[in-house]
């Protein structure tokens, strides 16, 4: 976060230094954290990722036929393959400056707010446990499903009613590839985990820096986001606080530094245009790809995996499994 301050500092505009300056100050030392590292891994209950995926399933539709390759007016010459490209059938979530790509890859929502308000309800144990605090349900919403050539630049959610959260990835279409989440936990690791279908992942989303940077290839990938707060959750003392915090420098603009990136902020979120993926650590050529963990799903059932487990295997230390496990397993 030192190397944040040095970098959103040299941000020449002063309307984007600013938010920059409120989102890195309220990360890094105004907002509390509730866990140990600020995220986790496991298996959501699968009569629900069932649930979501029939309502996922229900909407999809062939929006067109590509064809690949070299066609030829011959039956038996060319080489050509037609492919269908399948996406559900929602309506276009407005735009958001922190999702990247053009108009025809915005997302689509496949929403239920019934059904969505009572995942929220049923699986409230599940974030209370991880959490360690009692919590009020803010919003469920989607299922969101991303487009061929989005991406979500790193960000951090609202601190009135985004604060403990989950993201439960639903499914993705076949021709989908590899499109991990990051998130940057509170040892200082960028963790890119690559979700399964029904692989739910706790996240602290008010506190630590998250996105999906890479472009995703394919046709849907969809996922349904939930948010809760703490019952003695104190809003305004944290917004007091943030105003407070506002160095008086803050409006200097200090000469390029050797090893510290340029940012760009973008709204709410922020990228490092000169680096691969727009986020240094996930540039293999650049110092802070050192701090890059990967993980990859399914997650395993009824314990959460985090930092200090093994990211290759997904088993804790010395593989002791915790004492304690996700209260109701798959009967939640």
């Not at 699968?46 to 011959?74: F, M």
């Not at 420098?249 to 902020?265: A, F, R, Y």
């Not at 691969?276 to 995996?305: F, M, R």
């Amino acid at each position: 976060m030192e190397r944040r301050f040095e970098q959103v500092s040299r941000v020449e505009d002063t309307n984007d230094k600013y938010n920059g300056w409120m989102g890195f100050i309220a990360s890094a030392l105004v907002t509390s954290n509730y866990t140990e590292n600020g995220w986790g891994l496991t298996r959501a209950p699968e009569h629900i990722t069932k649930r979501l995926q029939e309502r996922l399933h229900r909407n999809l539709e062939v929006k067109k036929i590509v064809t690949e390759g070299t066609c030829s007016s011959a039956e038996d010459q060319g080489d050509c393959v037609e492919r269908e490209i399948v996406e559900p059938r929602g309506f276009k979530e407005h735009y958001i400056n922190v999702i990247g790509g053009e108009d025809d890859s915005r997302p689509v929502m496949v929403t239920d707010h019934r059904d969505n308000k009572d995942i929220l309800e049923e699986m409230k144990p599940m974030f209370e446990w991880w959490s360690g605090v009692e919590l009020v349900g803010s919003i469920a919403y989607g299922i969101r499903s991303y487009r061929n050539d989005s991406n979500l630049l790193m960000h951090v959610d609202k601190s009135s009613t985004h604060v403990i959260s989950g993201i439960f990835h639903v499914d993705r279409s076949d021709d989908a590839e590899p499109w991990p989440i990051v998130i940057e936990d509170l040892q200082g690791n960028t963790n890119q985990v690559y979700l399964e279908p029904g692989d739910l992942l706790f996240y602290e989303s008010s506190k630590c820096f998250h996105g999906r940077p890479q472009t995703f290839i394919g046709s849907y990938y969809a996922s349904l986001f939930m948010h809760y707060r703490p019952v003695d959750f104190d809003q305004q003392a944290i917004v007091n606080e943030i105003h407070y915090a506002i160095p008086e420098h803050w409006i200097n603009t200090p000469p390029p530094l050797k090893g510290i990136d340029k940012m760009d902020v973008v709204g709410t979120s922020f990228r490092e245009p000169d680096c691969k993926n727009v986020l240094c650590s996930l540039d293999p050529a650049n110092e802070q790809s050192k701090h890059t963990v990967n993980w990859y799903g399914p997650a395993p059932k009824g314990v959460i995996a985090t930092t200090g487990w093994d990211p290759e295997t997904l088993t804790p230390p010395n593989d002791e499994l915790p004492e304690k496990q996700i209260p109701g397993g798959e009967e939640l």
